[in-house]
Antibody
Framework: QLQLQESGPGLVKPSETLSLTCSVSGGSISSSSSYWGWIRQPPGKGLEWIGSIYYSGTTYYSPSLKSRVTISIDTSKNQFSLKVSSVTAADTAVYYCAAQGYFDWVSSRWGQGTLVTVSS | DIQMTQSPSSLSASVGDRVTITCRASQSISSHLNWYQQKPGKAPKLLIFAANTLQSGVPSRFSGSGSGTDFTLTISSLQPEDFATYYC???????????FGGGTKVEIK
């Protein structure tokens, strides 16, 4: 059964770069049938798609975050990663990674989420 | 970009009630509409994809309908474990821009 697990610092200072990794188990990140995505949720608010990556390295980003976001993939480690630069308090959120269908973009499997707080 | 609007933003209902949540897209998205359930402190869980296809393992009291711009999630008989927040999401945009609705919180009356 496919499982995803987010990891990374829970506290980031303003203007610095947020970095998270999603480790995938129970399946290959090189699967041709999946995209791998990041979604976030500020405390008490709704869900926001950040971006997604295919095993080939093809990426898609939310237009509102594109200038600050980089998603990368490491097929040898079965992991993919998220970087958000120049963070502010508005980037404080629970960050989820998810497996998304290649043809339909449906997020069928999610990690448990990790809270990242931006504060000095 | 495509905006997704859910209504109501919250509702109170009793166990056994029939509950309907609506989601409207700012332009036609065909049937590229998914529904997720989220409980406090947990990750969202996929309930329905492609507007009306029940995800494996999801109880049959959940159903989805609609196409184009107007969609509905129905819970035929609300159970205690169904009290949660529900989100719709469109996956129609090309290139992808996977926007979510604002959510509907279903609370106990």
């Amino acid at each position: 059964q496919l499982q995803l697990q987010e990891s990374g610092p829970g506290l980031v200072k303003p203007s610095e770069t947020l970095s998270l990794t999603c480790s995938v188990s129970g399946g290959s990140i090189s699967s041709s049938s999946s995209y791998w995505g990041w979604i976030r949720q500020p405390p008490g608010k709704g869900l926001e798609w950040i971006g997604s990556i295919y095993y080939s390295g093809t990426t898609y980003y939310s237009p509102s975050l594109k200038s600050r976001v980089t998603i990368s993939i490491d097929t040898s480690k079965n992991q993919f990663s998220l970087k958000v630069s120049s963070v502010t308090a508005a980037d404080t959120a629970v960050y989820y990674c998810a497996a998304q269908g290649y043809f339909d973009w449906v997020s069928s499997r999610w990690g448990q989420g990790t809270l990242v707080t931006v504060s000095s | 970009d495509i905006q997704m609007t859910q209504s109501p933003s919250s509702l109170s209902a009793s166990v056994g009630d029939r509950v309907t949540i609506t989601c409207r897209a700012s332009q036609s998205i065909s049937s590229h509409l998914n529904w997720y359930q989220q409980k406090p402190g947990k990750a969202p869980k996929l309930l329905i994809f492609a507007a009306n296809t029940l995800q494996s393992g999801v109880p049959s009291r959940f159903s989805g309908s609609g196409s184009g711009t107007d969609f509905t999630l129905t819970i035929s008989s609300l159970q205690p474990e169904d009290f949660a927040t529900y989100y719709c999401q469109q996956t129609y945009s090309t290139p992808p821009e996977l926007t979510f609705g604002g959510g509907t919180k279903v609370e106990i009356k």
